[in-house]
């Protein structure tokens, strides 16, 4: 008798989004894969995102809508979604309510994994919106260890993880870490990657598989306008750099990225950003190994401002 392939737990934690719910769950049950169950975790939605989640489920004994009494953030929401997965279930998926997976995702994916048991993630390439990224891996490569794959995050800034939504996790992983997200941290998903690639390897398969999309008012349009990028290389290389880089490295890294910080901060001056830009920056800043400082913000401005000019002149008029 052939074994039935490993259990995979789905998991979309959703909150106000009947707009796109229907197409997300209804790229899950597009699966190539067979053995899946699919947990929806309503987070006291004012919508109808709940009525839609039930009405798929009452049709389908494969989904589980949960419905908490408390509402909680968006990573929170994730924890909690998290946290269902059944106990037999060797990996899990998150496919968040504003997106959607391609049909072959979770097969493709667990394919990867099983052939590298070593391996704790599987990405993939991503659609963003009308982009394909995560592409910065060798073709070659669909097994990295998670050493290597930090590392050239940090040095070589190769943006290979995405968002929750781009990975497909194993699932003990997922259950010897709790609280699995870091709800403080905008940039949970990607520090979440570092962690658990301190103790496995890195899967990837060359292909879309999932896609994220891009729209006003969502967590991704709001990280973009306070440029939350900016201050996440120096979050990881604070808590993880001692584990996947040199002494030297971690040292130069900081510097490095903090002059670009600076400069970066010194343009958004004359953006007039708002409060909550600025009291974002400089509490990353004072919790970092690099430290807040308006008069660095003001160089920043200086050196932003001799750049643009070097340009300007090596373009000619």
Known sequence: MTPSPPKV??????????GHLAECIESVQRQTYSNWEYTIVDNCSTDSSAAIAQRYADADPRITVLRPPEFVSSFLNCNRALRSISADSKFCKIVLADDWIFPECVEKMVAVAERHPSVGLVGAYILEGDKVIATGLPYHVTCETGRDACRAHLLERRFIFGSQNAVLY????????????????????????????????????????????????????????????????????????????????????????????????????????????????????????????????????????????????????
């Open 9 to 18: 737990s789905i998991v979309t934690p959703v909150y106000n989004e009947e």
């Open 170 to 317: 194993r699932s003990d992983l997922v259950r010897a870490h709790d609280p699995f997200f870091d709800d403080s941290d905008p940039h949970a998903d990607t520090q979440v990657c570092f962690a658990l690639l301190k103790e496995s390897d890195f899967g990837f398969v060359h292909q879309v598989l999932t896609y994220t999309r891009v729209r006003p008012g969502s967590l991704y349009a709001k990280a973009l306008s306070l440029q939350t990028d900016l201050a996440v290389t120096l979050n990881l290389v604070s808590v993880y750099g001692d584990a996947f880089l040199t002494k030297t490295e971690r040292t130069s890294l900081i510097e490095e990225h903090g002059a670009v910080y600076y400069a970066e901060l010194g343009k958004n001056l004359l953006r007039r950003r708002g409060k909550a830009f600025w009291n974002y920056h400089a509490s990353q800043l004072r919790k970092s190994p690099v430290g807040y400082s308006r008069l660095r913000v003001l160089t920043g401005l200086l050196r932003a401002g001799v750049a643009g000019v070097a340009r300007r002149v090596r373009r000619g008029p």
